[in-house]
């Protein structure tokens, strides 16, 4: 599959995912996977879902305004780079934010996320 393919679906379903079942998200991570999230480092798949569902809001939506891949390394890695706005519920203006995902495939064909950074990004 095209990487920027590879990319858009792989950015479609995490924020799908998120949006509806933060705990769905856990099978994209293991446990050498690392988030930065605003700065706070959190390591391991149960730990990042933990962090994840104790962020300050129930119900958000995020909307995609790009999405930028690269290869990375030997190993058929990819670095997956995203903005775009997330609106949290009952707030009137969307924030702006910034992901940094480093995929890394799996034996079975699929990938992972050794690597995950999220910022807001303020005006």
Do not use: W
């Not at 990819?78 to 495939?105: C, D, I, T, W």
Request: proline residues 5%.
């Amino acid at each position: 599959m095209d990487p920027d393919q590879l990319a858009k679906a792989f950015v479609e379903h995490y924020y799908t995912t998120f949006d509806a079942n933060r705990a769905g998200l856990a099978s994209l991570y293991q446990d050498e996977s690392m988030l930065t999230f605003e700065g706070q480092k959190t390591q391991g798949s149960q730990n990042i879902v933990a962090k994840l569902n104790s962020l300050p809001f129930q119900q958000c939506q995020h909307s995609i305004t790009t999405v930028d891949c690269q290869p990375s390394g030997p190993a058929g890695g990819m670095l997956v780079f995203v903005s775009g706005n997330l609106q949290l519920a009952g707030e009137q203006h969307a924030l702006k934010f910034s992901q940094m995902f480093h995929l890394m495939p799996t034996p079975q064909g699929s990938f992972y996320v050794l690597n995950d950074i999220f910022r807001l990004n303020y005006a």
